[in-house]
Structures are given as structure tokens and as C-alpha cells.
């Protein structure tokens, strides 16, 4: 595992199975944004160079990772930007949802600079889990690529 980025990629012989860590849930969220752009690219060759926001909202805490990684795939594609840094500023339960608002930034794609790896079709919610217990929160989930 490389314990720096906060995930790791797990066996699967189809698409990328993550683990993402960290002390809390937020943590945990921001590094499993940090493993789906590293599934697309090299993420330490990204600057952190434009500001941008995102928020959702969920039934639930799966459904909340869900649209997190969604969203950031939606946003990428349609501004074709990619992200390196993440940063959950509230993840809460509110009466009726989940919701989540963070900042994030990145940079435009620039072939010169940044390695294609392999494009990510989609999030899934096949084997996904949210383990947390008193020391780390882990986050495991499936990228269709």
C-alpha cells in the first residue's frame, strides 16, 4: 500500500478495485478522489493550479461517495480538467440526506504534460463498502474503466 497517498489498487480482473484510507470519513472521501484520478493519470504532474467547488447530496453514505467520485468524473470530462488536490470542507447527515461540500483543484488536461492511463467510465456501487472503526474510515469501490 502506499501509505503516503492514502489508497491502494486492489486485485480485479476487469476494472480498478481501490481501497482508500484515512482518519476520518472526509479523509477517506478526499483520497478516494485522489485514487480516481490517479486510475487516469499521474496525479503528482497536476497543479493544483485552478480553484473550483462541488457539492452533493445522497441518501446515504454509499450513495454520497457515489455522486462525490461522479460528480468529480462529470466535471472533468465536461471541462476536461484534471484534479490533485481535494479538500472536504463539511460531509454531514443532515434529516433527510447526506451531503458533502468540498474545493478542489487541478489543472486543464495537457497531452504534452500529463499521462493518459486509462479512462474511467464509471463509478459503481458492485463491492462497494464503508468500514469504519475508531482508528481509520475505508472506503473500498469498483471503477468501471
Known sequence: ???AAGFEFLEHTADAYI???GKNLAE?????ALALFEVMTDTS??????EDKVEVTAEDEFSLLYSWLEALLVKSDTSQMLYS???ILEIYEASDSFRLKAKIWGEKFNSKKHLQKVGVKAVT???MEIL???QKVTLRFILDI
Not at 28 to 32: D, G, L, P, Q, Y
Not at 45 to 50: D, F, L, S, Y
Open 1 to 3: 500500500m502506499n501509505h
Open 19 to 21: 481501497a482508500a484510507y
Open 28 to 32: 477517506a472521501f478526499e483520497n478516494a
Open 45 to 50: 504532474q497536476v497543479a493544483p493550479a485552478q
Open 85 to 87: 488536490k481535494f479538500k
Open 125 to 127: 456501487y458492485h463491492r
Open 132 to 134: 469504519k472503526d475508531s
